[in-house]
């Protein structure tokens, strides 16, 4: 057998993976050029119909170069979801030309290496913005530096898939005048860090925010003798665990923020659910227009009195107008015992026909109503092709 030279087939697929990111920049540009179609006709981002027979006749091409379908379907449903957002957030800029290319300042709970870190790097890819670093230590913090006119934007954490919905974000937004202006959804993949050599056995203190220790608590309840440090951020803990250099301590953490802080896994994927996700706001103190191409989504907050079937009445509005709600979530009243406030997403643009009828109505018949903002709708990104 004639002897394979390993550095010359790497070669070879370097060149290949070089060729590959230039015709993926070129398909993004291309995407460009339909979302400026799209305009032009009047025609939605998202077309479904499109997708499917995209996927089918590349998964039957693929299979005559014998690649699987399921490695066509995952790579193209990625790429397809870029485009869609790319388009999205071309219509987006031109509808908010104060989204362009600015330098935010960005209020964010922590510093580099958390989670909403990362969120804030996401929302900035996604107007091509530069950040203006304004770490704050609690969520309030965060409302306020915005409220005030300190920070452009706040960035928060508002439900996640393993510990559920936030409750002091649902809490602060009761009260605030800020608006919804964006959402993220960031993969969480929680580690067991550590500073220097060690191993789980010697472990007797673990760091972390409440959020992630609340997220991986099957494995932290798997644990002998553990004592649990609850810190302010994912950040301040990372960064306590790398100012102690005890090998009996550990910290909660992304692998990506470990190695900025010089950590190391001793625990990949530690979290109770595999599949993690983060939902994120994006706040502002002006609202946002959403085009009607984009799919949009729109938070409202509202309370009925203790009136008996007043929330079913309330509820049976959405459904008579065609107005799809996606979440509800419950928070007491302070100062008004026994009260609660409903939260409530809907798949609706605040600006469609529907959804002002539907408003109109509810108004009338609720004690409280506010509109917490429209915005584009991420979640589908997650649950089909584009």
């Given at each position: ?99 362009k290319s600015a330098e935010y ?222 979440k509800i979530e419950s928070r ?55």
């Open positions: 057998m004639e002897k394979i030279d390993l550095n010359q087939i790497r070669t070879q697929i370097t060149a290949l993976d070089e060729q590959l990111l230039q015709l993926l920049a070129d398909r993004r540009a291309l995407s460009i050029q339909v979302v400026k179609s799209k305009i032009q006709d009047q025609k939605p981002i998202r077309d479904s119909y499109r997708e499917t027979l995209l996927l089918e006749n590349l998964a039957e091409k693929g299979k005559k170069l014998d690649l699987k379908s399921e490695y066509i379907n995952r790579v193209y449903r990625s790429i397809i979801e870029d485009s869609v957002e790319l388009q999205q957030d071309f219509l987006m800029q031109l509808d908010n030309p104060s989204l300042k960005i209020a964010y709970l922590g510093s580099k290496g958390s989670y909403s870190h990362a969120a804030v790097e996401k929302y900035l890819a996604s107007v091509n913005g530069g950040l203006i670093d304004f770490g704050c230590t609690s969520f309030d913090a965060i409302f306020a530096a915005v409220e005030n006119k300190e920070a452009d934007l706040g960035v928060l954490p508002i439900e996640n898939t393993s510990s559920g919905s936030i409750n002091e974000v649902y809490d602060l937004l009761q009260t605030t005048r800020l608006k919804i202006i964006d959402e993220l959804y960031i993969p969480v993949k929680h580690n067991l860090l550590v500073s220097c050599e060690t191993d789980l056995s010697e472990i007797t203190t673990i760091y972390g925010h409440h959020q992630p220790i609340a997220q991986c608590s099957d494995f932290l309840n798997e644990l002998d003798d553990i004592e649990v440090k609850v810190m302010d951020s994912t950040s301040s803990a990372l960064s306590e665990v790398q100012a102690l250099k005890d090998p009996k301590i550990a910290v909660l953490g992304s692998a990506e923020a470990g190695k900025h802080y010089g950590l190391q896994s001793i625990r990949a994927d530690v979290a109770n659910q595999k599949d993690n996700q983060t939902r994120f706001i994006v706040v502002a103190r002006e609202a946002v227009n959403v085009p009607f191409a984009c799919a949009a989504k729109t938070s409202l907050i509202l309370s009925v009195g203790q009136r008996p079937g007043a929330l079913v009445d309330a509820l049976m509005i959405f459904k008579k107008h065609s107005v799809n709600m996606c007491p009243i302070k100062g008004r015992p026994w009260e609660e406030m409903f939260y409530i997403d809907v798949t609706e643009n605040l600006k469609s026909e529907a959804m002002q009828l539907a408003i109109k109505e509810l108004k009338a018949s609720v004690s409280d109503f506010s509109e917490l903002g429209c915005y584009i709708n991420r979640t589908i990104f997650s649950e089909e092709a584009s």
